[in-house]
């Protein structure tokens, strides 16, 4: 567990490192995630002593964003008189954008199909 | 009564309290959705600060103070990123095969999620600072945030913009893919991950390992390409 969680870290930080200090417009954790799966490339056996740990934390990955969640209601007051619109936008956006994404992928997907065949 | 006094004035100045009550806000949350059998309505996240937040008004709590409880928890985000790395790695056979319905479906999602959030906001009429922070919105909070403060959003607003999409993708995408009857895991995963980021992964994760590891990729790629198109589509929008 403790390894595991000791490369996770590393590679969070090795991704902040490069992000800050190329300046790129990715955060850390992003590139650090890149990183852990060009280490999972070299060293394939990794996978099973990372396996026990990511599994608890992907399962609780809920848990992570209570504290932001919380933050939402002590800042609600940003919202102001939008609010009505705001989530009627927020809602419609992101039904869309969900329809749109599935749409394309699974379209895709049947082409590539049929191209293959 | 003054031991009490002197006990809530100890408690309330270590981060123990509300780290401690922020996993136990978290655990009954997660009870309460598991015995109602994971319906999408009890989103973790949001029973979590329905449970948390009366807690801190009554006790006259302000955020600060509760965050430096709560910090050590919202810090595993970056490891939790990381650690999707995983999911990528066990599945990459079948990503390989969908390389070209990944790449297509994201950049679509994605320019719509944005897309789709300016024009609403210019025809609900609503002021430019408001609606630069509303942009950035599908994406994971850093990376919105730093859209936000680029483009002259408030970056606050994106944080609450950003949480609340990521909650209402998390409580949709299942009643709206059962509905069009879609059954394919992969692209249910994906759509949700780019249009909900990390809360909308979470909920990926408890309905389907595969849907789970789709969601972490696009969610991840959706991170990269947002701050790519949301100054095109600003220049070209508004």
Not at chain 2, 57 to 80: C, M, R, S, V
């Amino acid at each position: 567990m403790l390894q595991t969680l000791g490369l996770l870290l590393g590679c969070q930080l090795a991704g902040e490192f490069i992000t800050r200090g190329l300046g790129l417009p990715i955060p850390g954790p992003v590139l650090g995630l890149v990183i852990l799966l060009l280490a999972l490339a070299l060293l394939p056996t990794l996978s099973s002593s990372l396996r026990p740990t990511i599994q608890v934390i992907l399962a609780h990955l809920s848990l992570m964003f209570v504290p932001a969640g919380v933050g939402v209601i002590w800042n609600l007051e940003v919202l102001s008189s939008d609010w009505v619109a705001l989530l009627v936008i927020l809602t419609l956006s992101t039904v869309l954008s969900m329809l749109v994404t599935v749409a394309i992928f699974i379209a895709m997907k049947r082409l590539m199909m049929r191209w293959v065949k | 009564m003054n031991n009490f006094v002197n006990l809530w004035s100890y408690l309330s100045t270590t981060p123990l309290l509300w780290l401690t009550a922020t996993i136990g806000a978290y655990l009954v949350a997660e009870k309460v959705s598991e015995r109602l059998l994971n319906p999408p309505w009890a989103n973790p996240v949001l029973l979590s600060v329905a449970l948390l937040s009366p807690i801190l008004i009554f006790t006259n709590t302000d955020y600060g103070t509760y965050f430096e409880g709560a910090q050590f928890i919202h810090f595993l985000l970056g490891p939790a990123t990381v650690a999707l790395a995983l999911p990528l790695w066990d599945n990459r056979a079948t990503i390989q095969k969908s390389v070209v319905p990944i790449l297509c479906a994201l950049v679509a999602g994605s320019v719509v999620a944005a897309g789709s959030a300016i024009l609403l906001a210019q025809a609900f009429d609503l002021p430019m600072n408001v609606l630069l922070s509303l942009a950035p919105k599908s994406t994971t909070a850093p990376v919105a945030l730093g859209i936000s403060e680029a483009v002259g959003g408030i970056p606050t607003l994106t944080a609450v913009l950003v949480i609340l999409t990521g909650i209402i993708g998390a409580i949709t995408v299942t009643p709206l893919m059962n509905i069009l009857s879609i059954t394919d895991w992969q692209a249910r995963g994906f759509a949700v991950g780019v249009a909900a980021h990390g809360i909308g992964t979470a909920r990926a994760f408890k309905v389907n390992p595969i849907a789970g590891a789709y969601a972490g990729i696009a969610m991840a790629l959706n991170a990269l390409l947002t701050s790519l198109i949301v100054p095109i589509l600003l220049k070209w929008l508004t």
